[in-house]
Nanobody
Framework: QVQLVESGGGLVQAAGSLRLSCAAS????????MGWFRQAPGKEREFVAA????????YYADSMKGRFTISRDNAKNSVYLQMNSLKPEDTAHYYC?????????????????WGQGTQVTVSS
């Protein structure tokens, strides 16, 4: 069982930055691939970024490439999402997810555990 707690969301102006954090419980964090997804009101939850267990295989959604950076610190049981050049369309609830086995995926259904999420609001 893994529990995930996101933090770092908030209100930011367009072109600003935020850093989201996700803290995981348990001693087997390094066995999990980690992903970030987001969901805007009235829309499906969509993939943002994912990293494998070692942090050396990383995927991004096309619209986030060059603006968002995912990273993890296995010693701290944490994964991060650095978001730069934020746009109003990035406004959403952002979720952290864990996938047992360590292989990163862009597919929402591949993930075993989810956090409650943190809200990001970008004003124009």
């Amino acid at each position: 069982q893994v529990q995930l707690v996101e933090s770092g969301g908030g209100l930011v102006q367009a072109a600003g930055s935020l850093r989201l954090s996700c803290a995981a419980s348990g001693r087997t964090f390094s066995r999990y691939a980690m992903g970030w997804f987001r969901q805007a009101p009235g829309k499906e939850r969509e993939f943002v970024a994912a990293t494998n267990w070692g942090g050396d295989r990383i995927y991004y959604a096309d619209s986030m490439k060059g603006r968002f950076t995912i990273s993890r610190d296995n010693a701290k049981n944490s994964v991060y999402l650095q978001m730069n050049s934020l746009k109003p369309e990035d406004t959403a609830h952002y979720y952290c997810a864990a996938r047992f086995g360590g292989v990163a995926s862009k597919i929402r259904g591949d993930y075993d555990y989810w956090g409650q999420g943190t809200q990001v609001t970008v004003s124009s």
